[in-house]
């Protein structure tokens, strides 16, 4: 079966054509220019090959560009600051090359599920991972928001809880959550209330923070009240299914009009765990760390492990029922970390994960 081209692959094999038919010309040389006059910038969209890059000018202006052939076994995703050449002005029809990718501060990454051995990166240095949940249509899913905390900690990324549609259902229970967690909570209503609005903003200041959420949960719109240029699709929730419907197809950075950036992101349904250790799943549920603690070394946590402080705790009825099912998911999802510990993960440098 010959094996499909992308779209660097047929800039790829066009160059290779060049490089073959100019080889009686000249010798090949492996080596490659510095690019010292390359214009800084970053990513800020993805679409099939091609980059849309913000340079690091006053006017900001934006370019679109391919990846250099060397580069074509490298990673790129929104958020990554890179080097770019050639026509930089921006105009349209023009193409620039990015013949650099600076090193991350840090990956935001998920599975598509947790037996799955090649992660995904979804975005590169960020500061914030705002979980936008629902309180209803969709229904909330504290399984999924534990999946998010653990992936932003196993990041280095700041988590914070946003909550949509408090006028549709209560949000107290989702409050005390993040408050557990000792992590930030706005709680927004559809109606917009400015004040809700400003105090995310205020929360949010001007730093890269990348938005996450369940199908339907009202990720798109909140974006397009924080960036009201920014004209993301959105969609609505099926009342057969309760399930949302996906309206952002693709990642983008977005400039709030205060400074800083938000990440919109495709929603999901899921969020593969299968990159993080046991030890980065404990570290994401901080409210069970007075148990954990009690362990004896090398504690996995299961019901056969003998003397575990964690079940103990839950024997003797000394967790609240929040915890108690926090303890069922930390307990369930090192279980499968463990399972599958012995995967191969996919480097920076793997294509997949572009």
Known sequence: MTPRLGDDDWVDAYEE???????????????????????????????RGRYDVVLNTSEATKVRANRARELRNTAIVVGDRVDVVGDVTGQEGTL???????ER???????????DQFERVIVANADYLLMVVATADPEPRPRLIDRYVIAALDAGIDPILCVTKADVHPADWLRDYAAQLDIPVVVLRTDGEPDDENALRELLGDRTTVAVGHSGVGKSTLVNRLVPSAHRDVGVVNVVTGRGRHTSSSSRALELPGGGWIIDTPGVRSFGLGHVTPEAIDRGFSDLQPFLELCPRGCGHSESEPDCA???????????ARQKARAESLVRLRGLAVEHSGHGHASEGDPRLA
Do not use: Y
């Open 17 to 47: 054509s060049l490089d073959s038919a100019q080889a009686g010309r000249r010798p090949r040389s492996k080596q490659r220019p510095a690019h010292s006059d390359a214009a800084p910038g970053m990513v800020i969209g993805v679409d």
């Open 96 to 102: 620039a090359r990015i013949v650099r990718v600076q």
């Open 105 to 115: 501060d840090n990956v935001l990454r998920r599975s598509a599920d947790d037996t």
């Open 310 to 320: 964690l079940h103990q705790a839950v024997a003797d009825g000394r967790l609240s």
